[in-house]
């Protein structure tokens, strides 16, 4: 499971209130970690880790399918 770190996590009402500051932090290379009801929701990312991930998933789901064959 993945771990946060306390100024990584904010309550879908405090980032709806201050969605501009969350996105500057999120512009700025950090995760926002999003609780509702107590629980962790979502994550927002900055594009470009968003498509760093995606390239590793695309990686991996690669070299599955290719020791499947």
Do not use: D, P
Not at 19 to 40: D, P, R, T, W, Y
Not at 49 to 67: C, D, T
Request: proline letters at 0%; a positive charge.
């Amino acid at each position: 499971m993945a771990s946060f770190t306390q100024n990584e996590i904010f309550t879908a009402t405090e980032v709806v209130r201050n969605f501009s500051a969350m996105l500057g932090k999120v512009e700025q290379n950090q995760k926002i970690v999003i609780l509702k009801n107590n629980k962790i929701q979502a994550v927002m990312l900055n594009l470009k880790e968003y498509e760093r991930l995606m390239g590793a998933v695309e990686l991996l789901e690669s070299i599955y399918k290719n020791q499947k064959a």
